[in-house]
């Protein structure tokens, strides 16, 4: 059987908030703009690893969806995103609210082999990564 790993890295939340900036939390970003944008913000340069993994995760958590060559937030994490960069301010400040939201979430390995089998298998990440990599590597 093969391994997953089943806990949320700090890559993961930093791939998240890059495709936070890239849409504007609206619409979506092909992932060459996440990961500009990731580089941008704190000069940040994903592995294809951890590229793969998070996003593999972050699908199968329900946090993002692929279509069309694009990732995009789900509308049930941004709503709960929203709640907790409002609550943000009530609540003492253990960790960011980003953080908070995907440690709340859960992974299995069912519903990575699920994401890799039907979406991934569609999606080639490392095409994509490939192509960031020959424009601006």
């Known amino acids: 059987m093969v391994k997953y790993n089943l806990t949320w890295q700090e890559s993961d939340a930093g791939l998240l908030d890059a495709l936070l900036l890239a849409t504007g939390g609206e619409g979506g970003a092909t992932l060459q703009d996440v ?13 294809l690893e951890e590229v793969t993994a998070g996003l593999e995760k972050l699908t199968a958590a329900g946090c993002i969806a692929i279509q069309k060559n ?4 789900s509308p049930e ?19 960011r609210p980003l953080e908070k939201l995907l440690h709340q979430k859960g992974i299995t ?3 990575i082999e699920q994401v890799r089998t039907s979406v991934f298998k569609k999606y080639k990440v490392k095409n994509h990564y490939q192509q960031y990599l020959e424009q601006f590597g």
């Open 35 to 47: 990961l500009l944008m990731g580089d941008a913000v704190d000069g940040t340069v994903f592995s």
């Open 70 to 73: 694009k990732l995009y937030l």
């Open 77 to 95: 994490f941004l709503e709960a995103y929203e709640k907790a960069t409002l609550d943000e301010g009530v609540e003492e400040k253990t960790a």
């Open 109 to 111: 390995a069912e519903a």
